[in-house]
């Protein structure tokens, strides 16, 4: 009865997206579990050789940092672990056949369509503010006459040192930072570019006097970096004496290039309610915020008032062919700390989520809020977005369409404060610190990121999952960095099945099949992998904007024109991916 009825759901949608018109008061959730994403429900058993597994699943669902306290993510490696009515893959795009629709779309056709900005107009006014200000009735979902969430301010100005700068010239506080682009998905060669830019309060740009001061904003953005990346960073050389801080644990107040990563907790003065003694601090305005209790400071942890905005973008290339982002924005995704959550209150929070799971494994979860103020992760952040509308202008998206954002941000391992970028960026770059936007310099020659073992983060994705993206559908990084006759050496896998037979402890041998020399390329340049060919960035191009035409991002926004056949349709409840020997 239950199938019946997500049957029938289904197809009363689709009727509605007949019409390629969303309507963004209707709050009707279709799929009530749209914060699982559809990377989920692929398949690990390899299709060429049910020995072979490949496993996505460790880059977002891994061995969580404090205070992340999500301490039972790595387990959701090994089984499909899913409330009831998830059990039918609900992200049904994945299953379509685009290849008609893409091939009435001419290649001049997509590129003039990604070359028009839908963010700015021609007199450098922001589009989609000034909708915002003017709040038609169909976006104003409270029926209040106004819009109660973020208005886009951000001019994608940027100056030498990544600040986003206003027409006149001032700062809007947005800076840009470069960083490793997350595994798989998020690689541009699945589909997408895109950037991150952070913010913090007013008090964080101001001198201890109340006065606008870009040093003091800069310095503050290195300590917020130190903290959350719970690390030591360089930075460029900062007069100590300035803001009476030692900011790199010497002893002495002089001049510094590096914020030391050192914390003890503070004490508690319960006589005047406040924390003293602090390891770290802010400078500045902040700086006596902090010290009268006014701001919260944490490693690990962003400051209240902390907003990111993430821009996603089509593929545009180059006048010499390369891959660049295109003015064109498919998304706009933003978010902001609306309130503290400390660390008990934090583990709190994730020992409740499992004993959620534990005792109502069907239960759906709940997210608060609405399309304007966005969804709350229940960890004092508030996400929400924008996304194409059926002309290729951006609208807010509909209730649903933000729960698809909010899962990934919510209780996996791999986030810090429920973020994914800002503890990836670059350090040590010669270019700016790492302080730069994706227009000013790309990430042609940046090596891969080496890890504790030795090992590099994208050669390891490749050797774990036995591809380059999770559903195993890119063709062009199969060719390039696998052998093409590896299902042919019928001698290596008969010696890795006798030996598994004799020894079941001993886990796969994953990585023999991989190209050595494309790898040492990949370890010089990360563009060797994770940017696509002309050809492909153009077939992507369409398929996507297939999916806006449709208006059908409730039902996937994933990139593809032959059906994808390395996910499951269906999969029973507890389902064992059988990765733990991998895991193990």
């Known amino acids: 009865m239950k199938r019946l009825i997500l049957l029938i759901t289904a197809l009363l949608s689709a009727v509605m997206l007949q019409a390629n018109k969303v309507d963004l008061k209707d709050s009707f959730i279709h799929n009530s579990t749209a914060y699982i994403s559809s990377q989920c429900y692929t398949k690990t058993n390899h299709e060429k050789d049910e020995n072979i597994l490949s496993n996505p699943c460790y880059s977002c669902h891994s061995k969580n940092k404090e205070p992340n306290f999500a301490s039972y993510d790595s387990d959701l490696q090994e089984a499909y672990d899913f409330p009831e009515v998830a059990l039918n893959n609900p992200w049904i795009n994945l299953f379509k056949d685009r290849t008609k629709e893409v091939s009435n779309i001419s290649d001049n056709e997509i590129i003039k369509y990604i070359r028009e900005d839908n963010y700015k107009n021609k007199n450098n006014q922001l589009i989609l503010s000034q909708k915002l200000k003017n709040i038609s009735k169909e976006w104003d979902a409270n029926n209040n006459g106004k819009w109660d969430g973020y208005i886009p301010d951000c001019f994608y100005n940027f100056d030498k040192e990544g600040f986003d700068r206003k027409p006149n010239g001032e700062i809007t506080g947005w800076r840009a930072f470069a960083y490793y682009p997350f595994l798989g998905t998020f690689w541009p060669t699945n589909g997408s570019t895109d950037d991150v830019l952070i913010r913090l309060p007013e ?97 690990g942890l962003y400051p209240t008032g902390t907003e990111f905005l993430h821009s996603v973008r089509y593929l545009d290339i180059n006048k010499d062919s390369s891959i660049i982002m295109s003015s064109r924005m498919k998304e706009l995704r933003y978010t902001k700390k609306k309130y503290w959550a400390s660390y008990s209150e934090l583990q709190q929070i994730g020992n409740e989520e499992i004993k959620d799971k534990n005792d109502f494994p069907d239960r759906v979860e709940q997210y608060t809020g609405n399309i304007e103020i966005g969804l709350n992760n229940k960890r004092g952040w508030y996400y929400q977005g924008f996304i194409e509308d059926e002309k290729g202008d951006l609208r807010p998206q509909n209730q649903e369409e933000t729960l698809f954002c909010i899962g990934c941000h919510s209780n996996t391992g791999a986030i810090a404060d429920s973020t994914f970028v800002f503890q990836r960026k670059f350090e040590n770059d010669p270019y700016a610190n790492g302080w730069y936007h994706w227009s000013q310099k790309g990430l042609k020659n940046v090596p891969d990121k080496k890890l504790a073992n030795g090992e590099t983060e994208y050669a390891r994705y490749l050797r774990l ?16 960095f696998f052998h093409k006759d590896w299902e042919n050496k019928k001698g290596k896998i008969e010696k890795d099945l006798i030996s598994r037979l004799e020894n079941p402890n001993i886990v796969p041998n994953q990585d023999w099949k991989l190209k050595k020399e494309a790898i040492n390329k990949l370890k010089k340049d990360i563009t060797y992998l994770i940017i696509p060919s002309k050809k492909r960035a153009l077939e992507l191009n369409k398929a996507y904007k297939v999916i806006v035409d449709e208006q059908s991002f409730i039902y996937g926004r994933d990139a593809h024109i032959k059906p994808v056949t390395n996910v499951h349709k269906e999969i029973t409840q507890g389902q064992s991916t059988n990765l733990q020997k991998v895991i193990n």
């Open 203 to 299: 008090i964080f740009w101001k001198d201890k006097n109340g006065n606008f001061d870009l040093e003091v904003y800069k310095i503050n953005l290195s300590i917020v970096e130190s903290l959350l990346k719970q690390k030591t960073i360089s930075t460029e050389k900062i007069d100590e004496r300035k803001y009476a801080i030692d900011l790199n644990k010497d002893g002495k107040i002089d001049i510094t290039n590096t914020i030391v990563y050192k914390w003890t907790i503070p004490d508690y003065d319960i006589s005047s309610n406040t924390l003293r003694n602090f390891s770290m601090s802010y400078v500045g305005l902040a700086k006596n915020a902090l010290l009268k209790n006014k701001l919260h400071m944490a490693p």
């Open 465 to 480: 999952n036995n591809a380059g993206d999770e559903f195993r559908a890119n063709k062009e990084v199969m060719n390039k």
